[in-house]
């Protein structure tokens, strides 16, 4: 039966164990509530900002307008060949993603990623309705389902889903406006895609955020495998002053020694406790030789608020997002067995390696002004001031050209040739406009609007007209005889005398 079980394949996988973080007070427990606070309420408050854009166009400040391709932001409005102003800004947030991991580790993931911030609230409901972490591991450890398991169980799973629906209804507000498109769901009559929205939505958020939630930053998300690239020893990231906390222990500490004692790796340990035996050595041989006792005394409260079940004195892990409640907890500790603050910190690991020599660690501004962080600054700021001034140098109206290519060319009864142009004007005012269209290049040329007899066509307010446009050479004429003759359009907002171009090719005979 032994060799039978010696035989039989290791088992690689490990059951995931649920993690029920502790309830813990501090200046960064604080500032993560702040922020989840703010972007919370940014995100289901934002769809409901009204702001007036005029009689043609919606009042809703921020909206993702799919019927007519356009996305509005406040005053600004992105049209679809203005896609490059989205570009940038994904840019921008992927280079500012850089910059800050670069200067203070993964404080994105800690604080305001949206799996973090839904995570942090699905736990905060979990502890107003189960208890803190001991209840909730005697709930969960508990194997019989009573009637008060089942009601607690029940009442959570339905307030998670009510955050998870009204996360997902949220969502879908920002591509419609958002009291027709509630009156709708609410009346049945709105898509179908807004319902299946709703309800993707609502279940990955109740799933990630009430189920998977440590794992979907382990084993989901790519960023922890690519901070490395962003990281370096002068990142300011949460880590533990080993030099200061180990050996690690209980017991009374001692009033502060002059002197450090030095262990049997070489090392100084700081810190002052009764001092223990040394293992390995005789007893009734003298006086032997002692080892203080760090200021750790292993009472492993940074292990339970952590919400991904680390320990952070085991040296920097890929499952850390510094959330630096670890700090707080510490910190607590330290109060109260009347030690400095500061075992569990904030810092650079550069800093750690001079404190243990007993050298002062740098100051935060030079881990955060390096070439490295510089250089993410430079580049996130052009393109920034780029995007800036591409925003407000763009013009009010605007033409695109596209030649119709079958047939290339038509020869008319009188032998002139015709090319067939479809032209797009955009009018990007509140009201109508009237424009009118030329064209430079060859005089021979002459241009003709599909519908009318004159060069004038009227663009509604906030539109892009497709136009069709005839371009003619006379029979004789170098453009008819030539292969490419170039030319450019023009279209005049004869309101005010704004102007667009574009170029073009006339194609004539010898094609």
Not at 216 to 226: F, G, K, L, T, V
Request: net charge positive.
């Amino acid at each position: 039966m032994a060799a039978t079980d010696q035989n039989q394949p290791e088992n690689l996988y490990a059951p995931r164990e649920p993690i029920f973080p502790r309830r813990v007070t501090g200046k960064f427990r604080n500032l993560k509530w702040i922020i989840m606070i703010l972007t919370l309420g940014v995100y289901y408050l934002t769809p409901w900002i009204r702001f007036d854009r005029g009689p043609n166009l919606p009042d809703q400040a921020v909206l993702v307008d799919l019927a007519n391709r356009r996305f509005f932001f406040f005053w600004i409005e992105i049209w679809p060949h203005e896609f490059y102003f989205v570009a940038g800004l994904l840019v921008m947030a992927g280079l500012g993603l850089f910059l800050f991991t670069s200067a203070l580790g993964r404080v994105w993931c800690g604080y305001t990623c949206p799996q973090t911030v839904w995570t942090d609230l699905f736990i905060l409901v979990e502890r107003w309705i189960e208890g803190d972490r001991n209840a909730r591991i005697r709930l969960h450890r508990q194997k019989k389902w009573d009637f008060r398991k089942a009601r607690l169980r029940l009442t959570k799973w339905i307030a998670w889903f009510g955050i998870g629906l009204a996360t997902g209804g949220a969502w879908v507000f920002y591509f419609a406006d958002a009291p027709t498109l509630l009156t709708d769901l609410f009346t049945l009559n709105a898509h179908p895609v807004a319902y299946t929205t709703i309800f993707v939505l609502t279940m990955t958020t109740f799933i990630f955020g009430g189920f998977a939630r440590e794992q979907i930053c382990i084993y989901a998300c790519p960023w922890p495998r690519i901070q490395a690239a962003m990281m370096d020893e002068d990142t300011i990231t949460v880590a533990y002053r080993e030099w200061r906390g180990e050996p690690r222990g209980k017991g009374k500490r001692r009033a502060a020694q002059p002197e450090r004692i030095t262990g049997a790796a070489g090392e100084k340990h700081g810190g002052t406790s009764p001092k223990i035996p040394m293992p390995g050595m005789p007893s009734g041989v003298g006086k032997p030789p002692v080892l203080e006792l760090g200021d750790c005394i292993d009472c492993n409260a940074c292990v339970n608020v952590c919400p991904m079940g680390i320990d952070i004195r085991d040296g920097q892990q890929l499952a850390c997002i510094t959330c630096a409640l670890c700090i707080d907890a510490c910190d607590d500790v330290m109060d109260k067995i009347g030690k400095p603050r500061g075992l569990i910190d904030y810092m650079a690991l550069t800093d750690e390696q001079a404190e243990r020599a007993g050298a002062q660690p740098r100051q935060i501004w030079k881990h955060i002004l390096r070439p490295r962080t510089i250089l993410y600054t430079a580049l996130w700021s052009l393109v920034g001031v780029a995007l800036v001034v591409a925003l407000f140098i763009r013009p009010d109206i605007d033409m695109t050209v596209a030649p119709v290519r079958n047939p290339t060319f038509v020869t008319l009864s009188d032998g002139s040739i015709r090319n067939t142009y479809d032209v797009r004007l955009r009018n990007k005012h509140g009201e109508e406009r009237p424009f009118r269209m030329s064209l430079t290049g060859n005089p021979a040329l002459r241009i003709q609007i599909e519908g009318t007899p004159y060069e004038t066509v009227t663009v509604p307010a906030d539109t892009a007209k497709l136009v069709r446009v005839y371009v003619v050479a006379p029979a004789d004429s170098a453009p008819a005889e030539d292969e490419r003759t170039e030319f450019r359009f023009w279209v005049e907002d004869i309101t005010n005398g704004d102007r667009a171009h574009a170029a073009s090719i006339f194609n004539g005979r010898s094609n």
